[in-house]
């Protein structure tokens, strides 16, 4: 039973990160962790990274290398931060992080504001996205906050791409710090054709299904997944 619920998850985050760019560990990740905290930081961020490569391809004429190359110098010093995190916060005080991260990433992305993406900004947020992203697998809103007002393939495309780097560098502090072994490879197995569902589904109403809903429609899902993650904090 848990084994579908959490490959349902995967399915609902990985519709929802191809239709507007991010999404997949926004939605999956709190509730993923009341099922089992096994399955935070390290078979999500593997889930992803071949869910990223997936949607690099498909909109790879859309990827801009301008700032790109910013974001990940800032995402590697932010992933050793994040690891270090990893070394000494406990199950308990990561889902904690995880809901205030969940909350925090709704409220950036209700902003009404218009940040323009500048290779520092961009850099700034490679470091946040590494650090969110390598302790609690939420490492999209950074980004997905400065590129928010560009053209909707270019948004796709270039998180995509970021995210691929950015998981393979999670990863490999996931290994030595014991968040990503054989027993979290079997977790990540089952949920891999889940994502890959969701994405292909995306593909086929991506351009009929109006973003606006999707996002409406993700931000009530983080809202009662984050939520839910700190109730179960202050239960345990």
């Not at 800032?74 to 308990?92: H, Q, S």
């Not at 890959?196 to 009662?224: K, M, N, P, Q, Y």
Request: proline content about 6%; hydrophobic content about 55%; charged content about 5%.
């Amino acid at each position: 039973m848990d084994l579908m619920a959490a490959a349902l998850l995967i399915f609902i985050g990985s519709f929802v990160q191809s239709t507007v760019g991010f999404g997949l560990a926004i939605v999956a990740a709190p509730l993923l962790f009341i099922l089992s905290p096994d399955y935070v930081p390290g078979p999500i961020t593997a889930t992803a990274l071949i869910l990223s490569l997936a949607n690099t391809y498909r909109y790879r004429s859309n990827i801009s290398l301008k700032g790109l190359g910013a974001a990940i110098a800032g995402r590697i010093p932010g992933t050793l931060a994040g690891g270090g995190l990893l070394l000494w916060v406990d199950a308990k005080l990561l889902s904690l992080c995880l809901g205030i991260s969940v909350i925090a990433a709704v409220l950036v992305a209700v902003l009404p504001i218009r940040i323009r993406p500048t290779p520092g900004r961009m850099a700034v947020a490679g470091f946040i996205s590494g650090f969110m992203g390598t302790s609690t697998a939420i490492g999209g809103p950074p980004l997905a906050l400065l590129l928010q007002h560009e053209q909707a393939n270019l948004i796709r495309a270039n998180l995509s791409a970021f995210f691929s780097v950015s998981c393979i560098l999670s990863l490999a502090v996931h290994v030595p710090t014991g968040y990503m072994s054989w027993h979290h490879m079997q977790l990540t197995a089952p949920l891999i054709p889940a994502a890959l569902l969701g994405f292909w589904l995306a593909t086929r109403w991506v351009d009929v299904v109006s973003s606006r809903h999707i996002r409406i429609v993700s931000l009530v899902l983080c809202t009662l997944s984050g939520v839910g993650t700190m109730i179960t904090y202050w239960h345990t």
